[in-house]
């Protein structure tokens, strides 16, 4: 568990642009719910996380078509939130960050660690709205 003063403005880099933030399973269960694309981020401390995923996921909202709903949830915090997230991302393996676009419900697009993990934001941006202009 990390202490909320360090997290903070790690969650508030996705929170500031629009992502709800989901603390437990229920919060993630209903997000799905919701009509049309869901775009889901699983948070993390790491280095690519802060260059890479919330960066280009940041960047990537910038394209004219984008996901309806965008939520987050934070490894190693909102415990809950992440395994009900990386549940529904099954068949993919845990890994944060993560990131995954859903329609009605089904997943349709995903980023695991090594997707993001020695790539820069923009390359993760482009691969984001190659799936929004697919799906949104």
């Known amino acids: 568990m990390y202490p909320p003063e360090i997290i903070k403005p790690m969650r508030e880099e996705l ?6 933030e989901c603390f437990d399973a229920e919060s993630v269960k209903e ?6 694309t869901t775009l889901i981020i699983v948070n993390s401390v790491c280095g690519c996380a802060a260059a890479n995923a919330r960066p280009g996921a940041k960047l990537s909202l910038k394209n004219e078509r984008k996901p309806d ?3 987050t949830v934070f490894a190693g915090v ?10 529904q991302m099954v068949p993919f393996p845990p890994s944060s960050p993560s990131i995954g676009l859903f329609k009605d419900g089904e997943l349709v697009h995903m980023l695991e660690r090594h997707h993001i993990e020695g790539r ?13 202009n697919t799906h949104c």
């Not at 997000?31 to 049309?36: D, E, I, N, R, W």
């Not at 820069?120 to 929004?132: F, Q, R, V």
């Open 120 to 132: 820069n934001s923009s390359m993760i941006a482009d691969n984001l709205i190659n799936a929004y």
């Open 31 to 36: 997000a799905l719910k919701l009509p049309g």
């Open 69 to 71: 709903n965008l939520i």
């Open 15 to 20: 929170s500031s642009v629009g992502f709800k």
């Open 78 to 87: 909102d415990k809950e939130a992440t395994a009900e997230a990386r549940n």
